[in-house]
């Protein structure tokens, strides 16, 4: 392919996730999904290598791309196929994010009239409840167990035939979350036609060729990009507020070495795991190594599996970063992969100081919150990240009440929460001034404050509550964050009872300032 026939490739496949993302936005039921847009969709080949992936949850899509092969090799694959998932173990992050996988055959046969495989489609959702007894489904939990309903790799269609498996997917929340898993399987039917008719257009040996001159030309710019670097060993720690389970002050630990054409990122020396639930599979970490050096990368680099060849991972079995079976995982997923690219933007700075940006926030600000009526079982989950502060850069400000790094949803729009939960959001503002002080400011946090209509079950976890948001180059560091209930401090990370007229605000940190004044 010439570099024009190139780009027109990369376009048409990623044109297919990003299509994938809309019907899975407009079909979902709930506002977790279709108001946060708390979801992934991603195109892979029939290796499991990745060949396209819209622009949606980096934790998402990064820890697929570093497990998908295995998840799909030596599995007897037929069409109409619908795979299930969230085990973190097994190639999940956490247990509400629930991956279901397709695999996508050659429309109408192969000249043999042998179906031939040339690829799969995959979307993560996130699901605000997957059975815990926790409403919400992101308990401070000491044990996976604890965190809801555990789903290995598990045929949900087979040839487009429900299957029968012990797997409650339409009766955790009835027709709200039966409806979600059918709006992600519809996401991946259009896939599967999209794909279909791609190779059908361009014949299955021109497409399996655009995608080996795709990843090789993404191999290409990130050999560019390392080529930039100061080759060297650099280190960086930073450290965990607490794992809500009485462990303060968890260290996490890089070595980094960039070598000429490579780079390998030594996370061993990072804290064993812990009781409560900042720790994370390994996947999550090379999500958290992959989305900061794809940071670097130009704009127009395809998202492929050749961006990520040159970049290793070291881990220790056991440890918070590629932890055991039955490690307690939810905040792992979302707090402590955010804290990773804290971590390795720390280590990059000093290889590339007019790069790297000081921290952000440093948190997800994960707030779970629900009612379990004792009597009916009926019950009502809620589930939302909040935005924060960015670090400033070598040459701007860090932008205000964003999401960043590791997540990209929204806020649950005020008017969607309050029409469907009994909640009343009585605030909602900039934190004015809570960004590091610097040549360049970090940008401002947000506070949001909520009303609670009637008795609820309360879950937090957030970080940067103890450690601020490191500023750099003589830049000051951002205001750490604050939970409050009805004015008094809450943990970071913390399950509380509250009743009607309670009221719940969210202060989320800023970022880090850039130089000096």
């Not at 949850?57 to 795979?83: E, K």
């Not at 999550?284 to 970049?311: D, K, N």
């Not at 881990?315 to 707090?335: D, H, K, L």
């Not at 502060?389 to 999401?403: D, E, T, Y």
Request: with cysteine.
């Amino acid at each position: 392919m010439n570099p024009v026939e190139l780009k027109l490739f990369s376009s048409r496949v990623g044109a297919i996730c990003d299509e994938m993302g809309l019907v899975l936005r407009r079909s979902a039921f709930s506002p977790n999904i279709k108001d946060r847009l708390d979801f992934s969709c991603a195109l892979f080949g029939s290796d499991g290598e990745l060949v396209a992936q819209a622009a949606h949850i980096p934790v998402h899509l990064g820890s697929m791309a570093f497990v998908m092969g295995d998840l799909v090799r030596q599995r007897d694959w037929q069409p109409g196929d619908m795979l299930v998932l969230n085990d973190p173990f097994l190639g999940g992050t956490h247990l509400p994010d629930v991956t279901l996988i397709a695999p996508v055959f050659e429309a109408g046969g192969s000249e043999h009239g042998v179906d031939a495989l040339i690829g799969f489609v995959a979307n993560r959702a996130h699901h605000a409840n997957i059975g815990c007894d926790t409403p919400g489904s992101m308990p401070v939990s000491s044990t996976l167990a604890e965190e809801g309903v555990i789903i290995a790799p598990t045929l949900l269609l087979r040839g487009e035939q429900l299957q029968r498996t012990e797997i409650p997917l339409a009766d955790l929340q009835g027709e709200q979350l039966s409806g979600d898993f059918a709006a992600q399987a519809g996401a991946n039917r259009v896939g599967v036609k999209r794909l279909q008719a791609l190779v059908a257009n361009m014949g299955v040996a021109n497409y399996q060729s655009g995608i080996l001159e795709l990843n090789a030309y993404a191999d290409r710019i990130t050999l560019a990009v390392i080529a930039q670097l100061q080759p060297g060993e650099y280190h960086f720690e930073d450290y965990l507020d607490d794992d809500g389970c009485g462990s303060e002050g968890i260290k996490l630990a890089l070595c980094l070495r960039l070598r000429a054409d490579s780079v390998e990122l030594d996370l061993r020396a990072c804290a064993s795991q812990v009781q409560g639930n900042v720790n994370c599979p390994e996947s999550v970490a090379a999500a958290a190594a992959y989305y900061c050096f794809r940071c670097l990368m130009p704009e127009e680099a395809p998202a492929c599996s050749g961006l990520f060849r040159r970049i290793k991972l070291k881990t220790r079995p056991g440890s918070i970063v590629n932890a055991r079976r039955p490690a307690a995982v939810a905040g792992g997923n979302v707090e402590t992969s955010t804290r990773l690219v804290d971590l390795v933007f720390g280590a990059l700075a000093r290889a590339a100081p007019m790069q790297i940006p000081a921290a952000s926030q440093g948190t997800m600000n994960n707030i779970a919150m629900g009612c379990i009526d004792a009597g009916s079982g009926e019950r009502w989950d809620y589930y939302e990240t909040l935005a924060g502060g960015m670090g400033a850069g070598p040459r701007k400000n860090g932008l205000s009440a964003v999401h960043s790094h590791m997540t990209n949803t929204l806020n649950t729009p005020v008017e969607s929460l309050e029409m469907h939960y009994p909640l009343r959001v009585r605030s909602y503002a900039i934190r004015q001034h809570s960004g590091g002080d610097g040549e360049h400011r970090g940008g401002d946090g947000l506070s949001r404050e909520y009303e609670f209509l009637g008795p609820t079950r309360l879950s937090l976890i957030s970080e940067r509550r103890r450690y601020a948001p490191w500023g750099l180059g003589g830049g000051k560091p951002g205001e750490k964050g604050m939970n409050l209930l009805n004015g008094n401090v809450l943990p970071g990370k913390c399950t509380v009872d509250v009743e009607a007229g309670d009221r719940l605000t969210i202060s989320t940190p800023g970022g880090g300032g850039w130089g000096r004044n």
